[in-house]
């Protein structure tokens, strides 16, 4: 059947505008910046829409959420980590820096959201094994704020007789009144000219 002339122009431009759209239809970036990894989510609704939940025993303290972020990120090479856990213990717009060193897509320092971290490194952490342990800290407090100032070791396997980094871990949090949150993480790793001071080390 032959198209009346108008009505061809006006098919071949509804197929024309069709096209453009689909063209320019932006793609999202890999990973986007609220990824998730593994697991279900919390509920909808609210600004904590779409979070981990967080095990109760895992924010009940400061002691005890320090704890659960380095178990997290713990284990050895071929372990999948439990990122959900991980994810659960940061507030709402929270962010990691590592303040020296190369890696993570770039040489830092460089701010990472929580799921962007790990998106970064779980192929290393899978590959190589990654067991970071505290081992000595202090604390100050004032209100809901309270600082962390953590001493960790990292070895690839439980039974180096070394750790292959160590450095000091900066922890911001927050406590609203239900839990403890990780507001920010930043650390800096020993290097050839910085070396751990007597009191960041374990006693």
């Keep these: ?11 071949l431009t509804s197929l024309a505008l069709s096209a ?21 989510l919390g509920a909808p609704g609210g600004h904590m829409a779409g979070m981990a939940q967080a095990a109760p025993a895992d924010v009940a303290s400061p002691e ?14 071929g ?13 709402p717009g929270a962010r990691l820096l590592p303040a ?7 040489t830092m320092p460089h701010t990472f959201t929580p799921s962007k971290y790990l998106f970064d490194t ?6 190589e094994g990654y067991i970071p342990k505290e081992v000595a800290h202090r604390s100050e407090s004032f209100g809901k704020l309270l600082h ?12 180096d007789a070394e750790p292959f980094v160590r450095g000091v871990t900066s ?23 910085l070396k751990l001071a007597e009191k960041d080390l374990p006693r």
């Design 100 to 106: 020296e060193g190369k890696g993570h897509s770039g």
């Design 20 to 40: 453009a759209a689909v063209a320019q239809t932006p793609v999202p970036s890999s990973p986007p910046a609220d990824h998730m990894m593994h697991g279900s």
């Design 122 to 127: 779980e192929s290393n952490m899978l590959q």
């Design 1 to 11: 059947m032959t198209l009346h002339p108008i009505l061809r122009i006006v098919v």
């Design 148 to 159: 962390v100032w953590s001493t960790y070791e990292v070895r690839h396997t439980a039974g």
């Design 171 to 193: 922890f911001q949090l927050f406590n609203n009144g239900q839990r403890w949150w990780i507001v920010n993480v930043a650390w800096q790793p020993e290097t050839s000219k």
């Design 64 to 77: 005890a959420i320090v704890a659960a972020y380095y178990e997290a990120l713990s284990g050895p090479a």
């Design 79 to 91: 372990k999948k980590r439990d990122w959900n856990r991980f994810l659960s213990l940061f507030f």
